[in-house]
């Protein structure tokens, strides 16, 4: 037989809705901040990832699903959002359209990493980029939209870790400062930081091996080397998270795993999740669209796991309304009745009601088994003998009531399956 990719996942029927209450509460809350979504392709040029994440970033050199089309091109599946968003931006001058520029977007991202529990090759990520504003009060309100969302899904164990990694000036400074600090410690750093610390050094905080952790635990920080304005932007960052009473713990070593960052970055973490425990993570990026041959526009965005999200739903036993069951089964009794019903099922279906029936004249009795099976709440039996007076019985399968219900009338069936006030017919 053959099987799923490793590292991926089949989300079945009977869990979708969990991710379509995800995708729903996503797409409220964005609409509350002011983002509209935006849909890029799942893949691009190679050439894109590299001038966007960065040469020398574990998911450019490592993580990657790059082929050769039958044209001849290098193009990889996205494994992040931001980039390939920003490359929209430039090519439809979104800029020009409007100055400040609002998206999210909802897809799958491809990262070839060891999979784990919560670790995938093919995961989905919710993230959105904010073009055109500097302020810091973008930062916080971006920080803030992910606040909200983990809240209104009931996620209470979370942390956010902030820290700033400065702009390009201030970071010469703290870059010549690691370098000395790696120059004396490179005997004892791992081989990846061997060749980190030649091809770009700060990437040396994304390695997980335990004995450089512990080396680069001493490392400078690159709080020690912001200047006054990259200062003054963290400063006002913190009084903004502040002011919307939005806890945070300054987390000075935190320089995430993509080099298009300058300024205020950060991280949610799930504190019930093991190892793999960031359900998000984003940051401001002033120089990627300079980078990508754009104008000098800043940005700042987020982006979360959603699969991550779902596992931390789950651990901390939060309830995931069912949005999608059916709400009415109707039960034809009899050869007349079949065609009648179908004919029904197709009316409710019009209205708006989520409708089930069997084609095959099974008995009443399984069509109760098979209701019972599924959680529905009503069914409607309808048998031949009834068709004479154009009735049918109504059966609460909760409350095992049945009430007779006039077939002329399906806004008063209508009625009583959703519980409004309704009368007998
Ligand atoms: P990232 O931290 O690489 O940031 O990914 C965002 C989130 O995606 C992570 O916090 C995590 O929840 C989830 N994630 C990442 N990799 C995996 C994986 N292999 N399996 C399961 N979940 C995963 C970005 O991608 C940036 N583009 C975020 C951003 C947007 N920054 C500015 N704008």
Known sequence: MIRKPKGTNDILPQDIYRWHYLENMIKEISAMFGYREIRTPIFESTDLFIRGVGDGTDIVDKEMYSFVDRGGRSMSLRPEGTASVARAYLEHSMDKI????????????????????????????????????????ADVEVISLAYTLYNK??????????????????????????????EINLDKLCEDCHRRYYKNPLRVFDCKNKNCKEILSEAPITTNYLCDECKNDFENVKHGLDMLGISYKVTPTLVRGLDYYTKTVFEVVSLTLGAQNAIGGGGRYNNLIEELDGPDIPAVGFAAGMERIILSMDNEDINIPHCDDIELRIVPIGKKALEICFRLAYDFRKLGVK??????????KANLKLANKNNEPFILIVGDDELIEKKGKLKDMKENKETLVSLDNLENIIKIIRGENAKKD
Do not use: W
Request: charged share 30%; hydrophobic share 30%.
């Open 98 to 137: 409007q100055e400040r520029q609002k998206v999210y977007y909802i897809g799958p991202m491809f990262r070839y990493e060891k999979p784990q529990a919560g670790r995938f090759r093919q995961h989905y990520q919710f993230g959105l980029e904010f073009f055109g504003e500097s302020s810091p009060l």
């Open 153 to 182: 899904l009931g996620i209470k164990n979370i942390s956010i870790n902030l820290n700033s990694v400065g702009c390009d000036k201030c970071r010469k400074e703290f870059s010549n400062a690691l370098k000395k600090f790696l």
């Open 355 to 364: 409708t089930e029936m069997d084609y095959r004249n099974k008995s009443l």
